[in-house]
């Protein structure tokens, strides 16, 4: 009997944990014996578009699959493609009817799980048996229907590990200084919050409106307490008409004279220099957030890889617009499980963190956000050296 | 017989290996059995003319010690301060007699090492009994008479494990784009020349004339060969006439209206968005170079505590003006010794990369150079994690 064939794409941004979850779709299909090909779709959907993909059996070997599990970025190259039917529709559905596949699994954000969920509702339509599985990544952790997403927990110990070694180098002088560290997260404040993990003197969320009152005197008043202040700031705070600080109504001159949109940590440093006078510096964690692979987090990885395990099962099991979810079942100590959810749930929805974790002041969050965050960056992955750096997997171009 | 007393102090900008050194000092001194109370100076000179130390022995444990030589910058706190001579010496000295100390240990760079070899001068003309030693550390990798600096392989670490990661990040879309990583180096590209160690298209170091021409066909000719162009670029690139690129005549307002010293790498951004309009980011690795202890090198670490051992023992032999230097024995497998320099010697000079290590073009270095930068970043440090974060030593502020 002719066995089905499978394929497989990763989108939206980078992250530390995309490819131990394309590491686990490899590793659960082989073991169940139950597909024939698995094809990797370069750049998730728009290389389908055009037919860029290859056979993952000839490109990843089993020995490849643990240092494509702890490589960072999406092996498979991503897209930020959000499908508009009709003609592109009928492409890809040649495409699965040519390759022969039954299979389609689709790790990516909301963006992606749209996708997941209207291929799938196409293919019902269709009558077309390709069953559509999505697996989250995100380092926002921003999917509803699962209790968090993978590549967020590398992403919080990166952010944690280092807003502890800057307080160590915050602290080495005595002349008063205030340090802004600016954390990704445009919409929601799931990383920024992992900076209660360490002991910052303030942290400020896109969930709440910024007010550069409250501002100014949470520094003033660390300040009093200690010359060494470290504030964490997501990129995402806005003021109370909705204009992001630093951007819209904050707006300079770059080198050539045009506008130079500064990200909200500089907005922030300039502030502090304008209305206090102390020394101040920003840092921005840029993009580090999401490939700091080695400081990933063997929790997340370790998940990463179960939702890409638990995807295969389900097209198994032959379920299809569903998206692997991760169910919590115990803080102390930190159990969960794997479950699928509707991927249509998913779509175009944010999750952001609950008012009851936020602090009055807003300014912080409670001792229940620090335990949601605090297991997901637990464990330290056994990383492959050569010559003093990390070793890394990478797929030939498409 | 009364045993002298020592006293250690730490200056200049932190680094990942200046505990390591620390360590090293008190390991050292603990060993001899030859020392009575090893007092540990806060914020280098800065805190002696106030008369603000600890008892060492009181406030690091031996099971201490492995865990301050894991933690990033100065346990002691550091300083800048350059000492003026006159009544700063009376009431140094004075502060020697009072605590009977008979030798001193300051940990810095060329700053810290023009100290040294004043106090050590100076303490020849008052026939005072007190030696100086100086213990080099910084992460830029300036000062002469010595094959490298503790401090600067775990920062070398930093940023090729950063790039090496950024370059994946790079890889996972299509349309060209440009990413301009931003390196710490003001007067040497050491730093800069570890992005050596992967695979950039180019680095540019403040050893050579910055020249817009040069680097704009070199991006235009990386863009051809692949979409994903990599850049490492100092903070010290001038141009002909000596100006910082990024700052004194490229002058932007910031959202206050004032001069916006925007740095290279931001500079760059927008002189490669201008000229060839495609996508362009720059990335600022910032102060996480001199304080990412979590990515240190064993090597640099285990050096770092070398020197600080080698200090005690030249205090033991008397010397005093002298610093504790690295010489390489051998390249592969890579091996060193610790011999001492005079400090004065070192003083207020600054190593650079020699030209024949840099590539005609001026856009990257050779060999030779990557033979000299690989061995210090090898070999991982056993860090102790509690709760995902790496443990750290905290000297309770004095």
Chains 1, 2 share one sequence.
Not at 224 to 247: F, T
Not at 274 to 302: F, M, P, W, Y
Not at 321 to 328: P, S
Request: hydrophobic share 40%; aromatic share 6%.
């Amino acid at each position: 009997m002719k066995r089905e064939n499978a394929i497989v794409g990763q989108s939206g941004g980078p992250t530390a944990a995309i490819n131990a979850t394309l590491a686990g779709i490899i590793a659960g299909v082989r073991e169940s014996g139950a597909f024939g090909t698995l094809y990797g779709a370069y750049n998730g959907v728009e290389g389908m578009l055009s037919e860029r993909f290859c056979d993952l059996n000839g490109k990843v070997s089993q020995s490849d699959l643990a240092l494509l599990r702890n490589t960072p970025a999406a092996a498979l190259g991503s897209c930020r493609l959000k499908l508009a039917g009709g003609e592109q529709y009928d492409r890809l559905f040649a495409l699965f009817d040519k390759l022969d596949i039954g299979s389609f699994f689709y790790i990516g954000g909301n963006d992606s799980m749209d996708t997941v969920a209207q291929l799938s509702a196409e293919a019902e339509k269709r009558h077309s048996p390709v069953r559509f599985i999505g697996v989250p990544k995100t380092i926002d952790n921003d999917l509803i229907l699962t209790d968090h997403t993978p590549g967020y927990g590398s992403a919080a110990k990166f952010v944690a590990t280092t807003l502890r070694e800057i307080r160590r180098d915050c602290a080495v002088y005595t002349k008063p200084a205030v340090t802004v560290v600016e954390i990704m997260g445009r919409d929601s404040g799931w990383l920024t919050a992992a900076a209660a993990l360490t002991d910052v003197d303030g942290l400020y969320l896109p969930e709440r409106v910024f007010d550069t009152g409250v501002f100014l005197a949470d520094v003033k008043q660390a300040l009093a307490r200690h010359p060494d202040v470290l504030i964490a700031v997501s990129e995402g705070i806005r003021d109370k008409e909705g204009s992001y600080i630093g951007a819209a109504g904050h707006k300079g001159l770059d080198i050539f004279g045009h506008v130079n949109l500064s990200g909200a940590g500089k907005a922030l440093e300039l502030f502090v220099k304008e209305q206090l006078g102390v020394k101040v510096r920003s840092v921005e964690l840029s993009v580090l957030q999401r490939c700091a692979a080695h400081i990933a987090s063997e929790t997340d990885l370790n998940e990463g890889e179960a939702v890409g395990r638990a995807a295969v099962r389900a097209a198994l099991e032959g379920k299809s617009g569903v998206m692997a979810a991760i169910i919590r079942t115990g803080d102390a100590p930190y159990t969960a499980e794997i479950t699928t959810v509707d991927a249509a749930k998913v779509a175009n929805q944010a999750k952001v963190i609950p008012d009851e974790w936020i602090n009055e002041r807003g300014n912080g969050v409670n001792e229940a956000c620090v335990r949601y965050i605090r297991p997901l960056i637990v464990g330290e992955p056994a990383l492959e050296y050569e010559d003093g750096l990390p070793k890394q997997f990478v797929l030939p171009r498409g």
